[in-house]
């Protein structure tokens, strides 16, 4: 079963710019989807962005399409979220987590790493 692990979260100011890792333990990472999830303080946990197995295919909410980049490296078993042009709306919990590569769920999930966007 994967482990997934979260990192490169803190403190930015507005319109600046933040990377976040996952790195996944296990030996069937490119087999897996991998998706970027949110949840600030009050409200729901909401889908920013996913990527297929291979890294084909990604997916964008509104909300952060034309912002952030989902990206992965099955070789080092990363995925990675590029954010930038950061608003104080973006402050959240981000966490990652997998999926079968064909499947519908999210089944594994990280710790989550704290982003906070100042004004």
């Known amino acids: 079963q994967v482990q997934l692990v979260e990192s490169g979260g803190g403190l930015v100011q507005a319109g600046g710019s933040l990377r976040l890792s996952c790195a996944a333990s296990?030996?069937?990472?490119?087999?897996?989807?991998m998706g970027w999830f949110r949840q600030a303080p009050g409200k729901e946990r909401e889908l920013l962005s996913a990527?297929?197995?291979?890294?084909?295919?990604?997916y964008y909410a509104d909300s952060v399409k034309g912002r952030f980049t989902i990206s992965r490296d099955n070789a080092k078993n990363t995925v990675y979220l590029q954010m930038v042009s950061l608003k104080p709306e973006d402050t959240a919990v981000y966490y990652c987590?997998?999926?079968?590569?064909?499947?519908?769920?999210?089944?594994?999930w990280g710790q989550g790493t704290q982003v906070t966007v100042s004004s």
């Open positions: 987590a997998a999926r079968p590569d064909e499947g519908r769920e999210y089944t594994n």
């Open positions: 296990g030996r069937t990472f490119n087999r897996y989807a």
């Open positions: 990527i297929s197995g291979s890294g084909y295919s990604t």
